[in-house]
C-alpha cells in the first residue's frame, strides 16, 4: 500500500523529482506506477478514461511494461469511476483496446475484492464479463485477498470475492500469490519484468 502511495505522489510531483520517491525494491516498484494510474484515471477521468490517454513512463525499466502497470491502477479506478457498477465496469473496459484489457480486468478485480461494495450476484455478473480475461481478473483477486490477509483485515466481502473470481478462499487464493513468488528470476530491466512473470504464475494456477 505504501508503494501505491507513491504513486499518487508522483501524480502530483514534477516528473524531475520522480527518482527522489520512486521505490528500489526490484519487485514491488511497479506499484508505484499502479497507484499514479489510479490517481489519473481517478482525478483526470475524461483524459485517461474517456479519451484513453496512456503515458510515456521512461524512467522504469522495461519501458515497455510500464504503459501496463499504469494499466492496473487504472482498471482499479474504473470501479469507482463507475460506481462500483458492474455492467459499467465491463462496458468501459470493452471500449479500450485489446492489448490493454487483460491489465485493466486485473485491476477492476482486484478493486472489487479489496474495496467491495456490492452483493455476490455483481461479483459473478463482473466476473462473467471478463470472459477471455477471465484469468487476468482472478489474478487481480488474488492480490487483493492477499493485501487483505496480509494487513489483517480480511472481512466477509472478500471471502466472497476469493470464491467468486478464484474458486477458493482467501487464505487459499493468498497462498496461491506465495507460491508464485518462489524462486522468481532477478529483475535485469529487461522484458518481462519478475513483477509479470509473477502474475503469469498465479494465472497459471487459476485456470
Do not use: N
Amino acid at each position: 500500500m505504501a508503494y501505491i502511495g507513491v504513486g499518487w505522489a508522483m501524480a502530483r510531483l514534477p516528473r524531475m523529482r520522480w527518482r527522489a520517491v520512486m521505490p528500489a525494491d526490484p519487485l514491488l516498484r511497479w506499484l508505484a506506477l499502479d497507484g499514479y494510474g489510479f490517481h489519473q484515471a481517478y482525478f483526470r477521468t475524461t483524459e485517461y478514461v474517456r479519451e484513453q490517454r496512456r503515458d510515456s513512463l521512461p524512467l522504469w525499466a522495461p519501458a515497455s511494461y510500464a504503459g501496463r502497470a499504469l494499466d492496473q491502477g487504472i482498471g482499479r479506478a474504473l470501479w469507482f469511476v463507475t460506481g462500483s457498477d458492474a455492467e459499467q465496469t465491463a462496458a468501459t473496459i470493452g471500449r479500450f483496446a485489446p492489448d490493454r484489457r487483460g491489465d485493466l480486468w486485473s485491476g477492476a478485480a482486484l478493486a472489487s475484492v479489496y474495496a467491495g461494495g456490492v452483493g455476490a450476484d455483481d461479483l459473478k455478473q463482473l466476473a462473467a464479463a471478463a470472459g477471455e480475461y477471465r484469468t487476468h481478473a482472478a489474478q487481480g483477486a488474488a492480490f487483493a485477498a492477499k493485501a487483505r490477509l496480509l494487513a489483517g483485515l480480511v472481512i466477509p466481502h472478500t471471502e466472497v470475492g476469493a470464491r467468486v473470481y478464484c474458486g477458493m478462499s482467501v487464505e487459499e487464493a493468498a497462498a496461491v500469490c506465495d507460491r508464485a513468488r518462489e524462486g522468481l528470476p532477478p529483475d535485469t530491466g529487461q522484458a518481462p519484468p519478475s513483477f509479470e512473470i509473477w502474475r503469469e504464475r498465479i494465472r497459471g494456477q487459476l485456470e
